[in-house]
């Protein structure tokens, strides 16, 4: 009986000498369907587990949308973890400003600039500071599908203007196809017909000025060109029936299968149309990518691009290993193994180039070229003006309001931020 | 003194009494946790939503007023009356609140009515009343989320039930209920119909069972029709029943969230949400506590101001 005693004490001082000595990193992520994706992170946390010892990288998948809605009090226990996973933008500068997060040391901030990107980096910084570092960049593009502008004997590559792009609308309509697919249910797909028409219009320094508030924020006359411009595709009848009861990931199974000629997607909609579709989605040589067109007088480029730039940040509490972590996990040698499987488009500019995949590879040239990258209007804008626009994008669409009531809507929301 | 004493003897022996029947013990064991628990969560949230409405708060943070160390601000900010007044000029929440009034007026104008008549023919006891029974109370058993996406499917035109009857029809195009609008809140309404009007059913079957057989077969010798008999004897009877259906019916309408959710999400364009739905998708999705706040207090003054007009209206008298 004493033997027992004694033993259970030295095992029980075992581990807590143990415990003492380890430095725990909880990393949460969100879901990674890919499977060479979430095998790249399992390896990469086994790898680095065995390289350090005293140190234990644990970590945890959670479904996308409880995610969301858990990190808010997530944030605010004690079980917050070191570091999570985000999508910049709003929800990201909120909790920035609320002081959940810990900045990074002017040092390593300059050192992942250079090596990660500038502009990764610059998505997951606030106020002067940087958070944490940036891994797959995003880009929405027009995706057309050779096969049906063969037969329709249209030639996507050549358009220019927006009023090109519109004539191919109404070529693919009056044969019968379906111009674009869109998940109009979810909303934010057709935001990105709105941002991109107000990006060509009004540029870098007019979306600034918007943000800033200045030529009268939102309710000015660029806006309610976008606007316009929007209602112009829209009065072609451009989008699939019932579009509006239709979210993303049906939409796109809907495109996958052949459903329209364009997609105004990002480059993520190539593996998630083809686990969407019936038959395996669209083959490399079926699939078309080229960039949304440029409006004729607007202050914009057509190689300014749309997109996010998601990342993992570190939380206050986070230990001085995580940031070292950190660096291991979104690392270039990680990127560079993203890159060569096809897994995501890196940030870090040494890795863009191994991209091999044929359609990702268009992506990352898209990416590599960008004067301007502006992060996805509704994350950008924060969880509340970034949700009018939105609703906006949607009700445009319906023809529930104007333009000009669009951009009126926007402004008002603004200013009681 | 000795009056004093007079008093409180006979109160402690009742007091004792009590003791020992077992009733005090009863009620010292079963009504702390419950009245713990209805404060913990119902109670408390109400209060902390009435506190949080006239906030700008993102819901970082133990409550808006709190400082946060690290920034040195406090986490919300103080907006007085201004998240009801954007509520209430918001065309979304205008919608909202018709779309909650339409629901109360269906549940009413046409889903107790069908539920009457549903009862009437099948309160009798019988073998195959009891299967009528079963088969219309099935719809409120099923998970409303389930229902939802089931519906979904249904009313989808691409391949559900939707797309077979525009072929049967011969439509060229087929017809998405969903992604139109007015239809969209229609089909929902729908569902909640066919969804619901079992339970009410339930309780006009369970009202008509306890009516007296005196009575109908006095009616009967009277030599009253059937017709006259539902009119005349039946009906007034169910009155009760009636008044605790069209209770339910309201306090339900003002509820309805879970089968907006899977159907439409409240879209197309912010056409079909109801007041629940609306507060979920304005206040919690876009991080406005606040603001959801606000939207709850109107919901909450508006089923507390109903349930106390009723009941001491239409319901006055009965126990």
Known sequence: MKLKALALISTLALMSGHAAADVEIDVLSINRDSATWKQMYLDLVEEYNAQHDGVTVNLEFMEDESFKQKLPTLLQSDAAPDLFFSWSGGVFYEQADQGFLRPLDDVTAAEWQDELSAGGMAALSYDGKFYGAPEASQNVAIWYNKDIAKELGLDPTKIETYDDLLGMVKAAKEAGVTPFTVGGQDKWPLHFFYSLLAMRIMGQEGMAASAAGENGGFANEDWVKAGEEFVRLIKLEPFQDGFMGVKYDQATGIWGDGGSLFHLMGDWDLGASRAAASDGGLSDDQLGVIPFPMIEGGKGKVTDTLGGASGFVLTRNAPDEAVDFLKFFLGEKAQKRAASEGIYIPTAPSAGGLVEDVVLKQFAGIGGASTYHQLFLDQFFGSELGGVINDVSAQMATGDITPQEAAALLEETRQFQ | ?319
């Open chain 2, 1 to 319: 003194m000795l009056a004093q004493n007079d008093i409180i003897a006979p109160s402690q022996t009742q007091f004792q009494r009590l003791f020992a029947n077992g009733q005090l013990k009863m009620v010292l064991i079963f009504v702390p946790p419950a009245i713990l628990v209805f404060t913990m969560f119902v109670i408390l949230p109400m209060i902390q939503a009435g506190l949080f409405a006239p906030y700008k708060w993102s819901g970082y943070g133990p409550v808006p007023w709190a400082l946060n160390e690290v920034t040195g601000k406090d986490f919300g900010r103080w907006v007085g009356s201004q998240n009801f007044e954007r509520m209430l000029s918001h065309s979304a929440f205008k919608q909202a609140f018709i779309n909650t009034l339409l629901v109360i007026t269906v549940s009413i104008a046409i889903q107790i009515p069908i539920a009457m008549t549903m009862a009437l023919m099948i309160y009798k006891s019988s073998r195959i009343n009891t299967i009528f029974r079963l088969i219309f109370f099935l719809p409120y058993i099923m998970a409303e989320v389930a229902t939802g996406l089931i519906f979904s499917f249904v009313l989808d035109g691409n391949y559900g039930l939707s797309k077979s009857f525009s072929d049967l029809m011969g439509w060229d195009k087929a017809f998405f209920p969903l992604a139109e609008k007015p239809w969209a809140f229609y089909c929902i309404l729908g569902v909640i119909v066919w969804k619901y009007f079992g339970f009410h059913m339930m309780i006009f079957i369970a009202g008509l069972q306890s009516i007296n057989s005196e009575v109908l077969e006095a009616a009967k010798i009277d030599g009253a029709k059937t017709l006259q008999t539902v009119f005349l004897i039946k009906l007034p009877l169910l009155w009760p029943s009636i008044t605790i259906s069209v209770f339910y019916a309201v306090l339900g309408g003002l509820q309805v969230f879970d089968l907006v959710m899977p159907m439409t999400a409240g879209g197309p364009s912010n056409s079909s949400h109801t007041l629940v739905s609306y507060l979920y998708m304005f206040g919690f999705i876009r991080l406005n506590i606040g603001y959801g706040s606000a939207v709850g207090v109107f919901l909450f003054v508006t089923g507390v101001a109903f349930a106390f007009l009723y009941r001491n209206t239409v319901q006055r008298g009965q126990s």
